[in-house]
Structures are given as structure tokens and as C-alpha cells.
């Protein structure tokens, strides 16, 4: 990567290589991790918090008047009328995390005034550092991103996400699932969607698609994919993706092909009402149930 870094991006790259650091000495020894639910299937642990508050704490040291849109905190922490908006998730695939499977992520976005301006997704489990900077590309390390050069969908390899939460509609995600299987060479669920955008990105996926995601979960994967040369948008095709708790993403041809079979699930007529630039009220995190209580230190 010849050109140099965004002095944003490169705040958030020393965040995510910080959460990195946490979340691995922790990986090393998980049954000793303090673990809550926040909803069915929906865990948090003590790396979550203390991934978020590192990564939190790097960010305001370097911008103190920036304000912050985070997983587990939500606005607690940062400016409240700030136009740079940091949206973090500090470990995306918390349950493969938690059963040992390394496929997670960290995942940083900065919004400017309703837009994404920097991006930085993190494997620490890889070591694989996706970046972007709004006009400037996508990389991975040092490794220029493009999304991949098919233009059939029954050639395109997609990746998704399943539902989980109660109150998800099971039975309209296998009708789309009957739908698209036998439209494409194959589908898969890893279980982290800011990866799964990367790989988009990477031209490793020729599509993705999933219903549900909060903006943490979306924020700096997409913008990732737009940089390599995809599209995203929900499932209209229209760009209005992040708070409407569904997105499609993938190379132009199938992002197009995508978007003509999902449009009919689309639920953008109910968009979940969260501003991008700083509200006045603080986004309330869930209630949890604790489930694991053996303490450790991080």
C-alpha cells in the first residue's frame, strides 16, 4: 500500500489492534470468561467490554469531541452533538468467539455527518486487517481489494445470516433459502457479518444478504465493499441500508440479480428509527441474564 494512511484511519487500526490484543489473551483460556445473554442465542462476555472500552478509549484520547455509537455501551460515552460519529462493534461472532471457532471480527466505522468516511475491520484470529477510506480503495493488509468479476448468479458463491432472535421470521427466510440455493453455486453462514461483507470486498463472496443487522454490524464492512467496487443497499436497492435492519451487498451484476429476487421480503416500511449523527438519548443496551459467572482478569 503505497499511499499514506487517513490520520482517522490510522486510530482506528491502533483501536482494533488493541481490542486484537484483548481478545486473544482471552481466546487462550474461554472457559474462565464471564458470559451473559442478552436475547436468545445472543451472548455478550467481559471481552466484549473490555474490547469496547479499550477501543473507546483510544478513540477519544486521539478525539475527545467525536461522539460514539457502540454495541454494548450505545451513546454512553463521547460527544453528543459531535458531526464525526465513531460506530463500533468490539467483537462481531461473540458466540463463535465463545465456542472457539475463529471466525469474529472488530469492527470500526466513521461517520461524518450521516456518511461513512473510514472503515477498519480486524481478524484477530488471522491477523487480517481490512481497511477503506472513502475515495481512496479497499485493502487487506497491503493487498488491494476488488469484488469479483462473475456476472451470473448461478456461477456466485453467497453468504448470509440465520435468524435468531425471537420475533425473526423463520418462515420467510426459507422461502428466500428455496429461492436462491438452487439460483447459486452455494451458501454460506460463517457468522460475523462485517466478514462476511470483507469478503465481498475480497471478491471471495460474490454476494451476501442478511436481515437483522445493527448499524455496528454493517457500518465499516460496507463501506469496504463500495471502496472494492460493490454495491450495497437493502433489499429495494436503495442505499438507505443502515438503520433498516437489511442489507445485500456483492459485485454489480449480482448485487443487481440479488436485489430483484429479495426485494419481495424487503421491510424497509418499517425502518428502525436510530439517526446517524448523534442523538440527545442514549441508546439503552439490552437486559441480560447472566449465565456464566467464573471471573477472570483481561
Known amino acids: 500500500m503505497s499511499q499514506a494512511l487517513h490520520p482517522m484511519l490510522n486510530i482506528a487500526i491502533k483501536a482494533a489492534r488493541e481490542a486484537g490484543r484483548i481478545i486473544n489473551r482471552a481466546s487462550l483460556d474461554l472457559e474462565a470468561l ?82 461513512v468516511e473510514q472503515a477498519v475491520v480486524y481478524d484477530p484470529a488471522r491477523n487480517d486487517l481490512f481497511m477503506a477510506s472513502k475515495g481512496r480503495g479497499a485493502f487487506l493488509n497491503d493487498k488491494r481489494l476488488r469484488v469479483s468479476r462473475r456476472t451470473q448468479l448461478a456461477d456466485a458463491l453467497l453468504g448470509t445470516g440465520f435468524p435468531f432472535r425471537a420475533g425473526d421470521d423463520f418462515e420467510q427466510y426459507i422461502d428466500v433459502l428455496r429461492t436462491l440455493m438452487p439460483a447459486c453455486a452455494g451458501l454460506r453462514r460463517p457468522g460475523a457479518a462485517a466478514l462476511d461483507l470483507c469478503y465481498v470486498a475480497a471478491g471471495w463472496y460474490d454476494g451476501f444478504f442478511e436481515w437483522g443487522l445493527s448499524p455496528w454490524d454493517a457500518a465499516a464492512g460496507a463501506l469496504i465493499v463500495t471502496e472494492a467496487g460493490g454495491l450495497v443497499g437493502n433489499f429495494t436497492g436503495e442505499p438507505d441500508y443502515l438503520y433498516q435492519h437489511e442489507i445485500v451487498a456483492g459485485s454489480p451484476r449480482i448485487y443487481g440479480q440479488l436485489v430483484k429476487l429479495l426485494a419481495p421480503h424487503s421491510r424497509v416500511a418499517k425502518p428502525v428509527p436510530v439517526p446517524v449523527e448523534p442523538a440527545s438519548a442514549e441508546v439503552q443496551p439490552a437486559p441480560r441474564k447472566t449465565v456464566r459467572l467464573k471471573k477472570s482478569s483481561l
Not at 36 to 48: A, L, N, T
Not at 85 to 97: H, M, Q, R, Y
Open 34 to 115: 464471564t458470559v451473559s445473554r442478552k436475547g436468545p442465542g445472543d451472548f455478550v462476555s467481559e471481552v466484549d467490554h473490555a474490547a469496547e472500552a479499550a477501543i473507546i478509549d483510544t478513540l477519544l484520547t486521539a478525539y475527545p469531541g467525536h461522539a460514539i455509537l457502540a454495541e454494548e455501551s450505545g451513546r454512553a460515552r463521547g460527544a453528543k452533538d459531535s458531526d464525526y460519529v465513531w460506530i463500533i462493534d468490539p467483537l462481531d461472532g461473540t458466540t463463535n468467539f465463545l465456542h472457539g471457532l475463529p471466525t469474529y471480527a472488530i469492527s470500526i466505522a466513521l461517520a461524518f455527518r450521516g456518511k
